[in-house]
């Protein structure tokens, strides 16, 4: 490589824009389904399981996303496992989604009136109906906003992978910058590149919460209020 | 799975995760005031009618909301030293952290301006009270008594990505346990107890924003609503 910038580095910078990509794709697959669980044992009748998931949600939560990607790395490895680095990255990620995401669905789900419960038990559902056929298709309208909003958290926090040493768009930059030597440019189009990643997500998120406000506002005719979904970004 | 856990290696090395701890606490706790401080100051140009001030406080938020923590702590730190402003590492970190904390914090606060009711204002501005005194009395107090649990939460977060500052090798407890693991060998363990380090650092900044929330908003602690 000489040190110009030229057209390789730009290819190998979108080479690691596709493996954030799929890295987040990844993460949201695996936490989502994980994620799922969680909203579901945190809303559980059985106690144990209550505590159990609140327990994994304040653990996760309360421990930073890079230790996390450690503690995965030095794990598989103790455990005499060689696997690549996506693997370690991949399980991290999932397991930090999950803890998030699992509580933002069950604020959606509470976010369901207590009504419709009621409504849905007095027509002699099983609880399972209850939940699947009345709860949680209009649970699904209101997770779709906040769950696009965290998207946009999932690709920024895959930038964390490349302290295992998974080359992708953050760790690409660094390689790069490696050679060259010229950190503003090359992280200004690192970042540049993220942006273009996040910011559609960011957008959609937003068009869907307005949409979702304006149906709100038109049938309960409620003020716009904050704090009916609250969730935190990092 | 044959591995022997031991921890008295990592153990033995508590004064310095202490340390690191302490550290961690001083840059989440200035990154906090500081971008507290320019989240407000940028919430409230996003209100102005001058473009010229509106625009590019949105700007900001949207360009740090949708880039990593990650990549904005490279280009202050190695960004600004290649335009030869060389700054050191901390420094570097707090500054990321601030630019950071500071577009989330403006559009926590945004919400918590938005949700005062107009009626209030116009019945502060009636009462002849000057704008400093609507924007400080009427608008601000109340929207971040409002925004209070989103913001705290937010900060606590801050604290957890504060970690991320170790990439650029500022003093902190991430960094620390990265000299710690290379001098006892021992990674897994190391990282278990800066993962431990790390909740009851989480659970004592709830505790400290708990407390410092029923101290500032005794209204409603006497509305008895929950914090």
Redesign the interface.
């Known amino acids: 490589m000489n040190n110009e910038f030229n057209i390789n580095h730009l290819q190998f910078l979108v080479q690691g824009a596709g493996w954030t990509v799929i890295l987040s794709l990844m993460a949201f697959a695996g936490g989502g389904l994980l994620g799922f669980g969680v909203a579901l044992a945190r809303i559980s009748r059985s106690r144990w399981l209550r505590w159990i998931s609140l327990g994994y949600v304040q653990?996760v939560?309360?421990?930073?996303?890079?230790?996390?990607m450690?503690?995965a790395y030095?794990?598989l490895s103790?455990?005499?496992l060689t696997l690549p680095a996506i693997v370690a990255a991949g399980i991290s990620m999932t397991i930090y989604v999950s803890a998030y995401i699992g509580e933002i669905w069950r604020g959606c789900i509470e976010a369901v009136p207590r009504t419709q419960w009621e409504a849905a038990e007095c027509l002699a559902l099983t609880r399972s109906q209850r939940l699947f056929k009345v709860i949680l298709p209009q649970a699904l309208r209101i997770a779709t906003p906040p769950t696009v909003g965290f998207m946009?958290q999932i690709v920024?926090?895959t930038?964390?992978a490349?302290?295992v040493g998974f080359v992708e768009l953050?760790r690409a930059?660094?390689v790069i910058?490696n050679s060259l030597?010229?950190?503003?440019m090359v992280?200004?189009l690192?970042?540049g590149l993220?942006?273009l990643l996040?910011?559609p997500l960011?957008w959609w998120a937003r068009k869907l919460e307005d949409r979702l406000l304006v149906v709100r506002n038109s049938v309960t005719k409620t003020k716009k209020?904050?704090?009916d979904v609250?969730y935190?970004?990092? | 799975m044959t591995y022997k856990f031991d921890f008295s290696g990592v153990l033995a090395q508590w004064p310095l995760f202490l340390h690191g701890a302490w550290l961690t606490i001083q840059l989440s706790v200035s990154a906090t005031i500081l971008g507290l401080l320019i989240g407000t100051l940028c919430a409230i140009g996003r209100r102005s009618h001058n473009a010229w001030i509106a625009r590019p406080c949105s700007l900001y938020v949207e360009i740090i909301r949708n880039t990593p923590l990650l990549v904005q702590i490279f280009i202050v730190y190695f960004g600004l030293s290649s335009l030869g402003w060389k700054v050191p590492a901390y420094a570097a970190a707090i500054a990321a952290l601030v630019i950071n904390i500071g577009a989330y914090t403006t559009e926590i606060m945004r919400a918590g301006i938005e949700s005062i009711h107009k009626g209030q204002i116009e019945a502060a501005q009636c009462l002849a009270l000057s704008k400093v005194q609507v924007y400080w009395h009427v608008i601000l107090r109340p929207a971040m008594e409002r925004v209070y649990p989103a913001l705290t939460s937010q900060f606590v977060l801050l604290m957890l990505a504060s970690s991320i500052t170790s990439q650029i090798s500022a003093e902190e407890l991430t960094a620390i346990a990265n000299r710690v693991q290379s001098d006892t060998y021992r990674s897994f363990e190391t990282y278990i107890v800066v993962a431990v380090f790390y909740l009851l650092l989480s659970l004592l900044m709830r505790t400290a924003f708990w407390a410092i929330g029923q101290a500032m908003f005794t209204r409603r602690r006497r509305l008895g609503t929950p914090m």
Not at chain 1, 61 to 68: E, N, V
Not at chain 1, 181 to 184: A, D, I, L
């Open positions: 653990l939560q309360g421990t930073p996303l890079l230790i996390l450690f503690l030095f794990g103790i455990m005499g946009v920024k926090n930038s964390l490349s302290v953050a930059g660094q910058n030597f010229e950190p503003f992280y200004m690192v970042a993220y942006f996040c910011y960011s209020g904050i704090g609250q935190c970004e990092s």
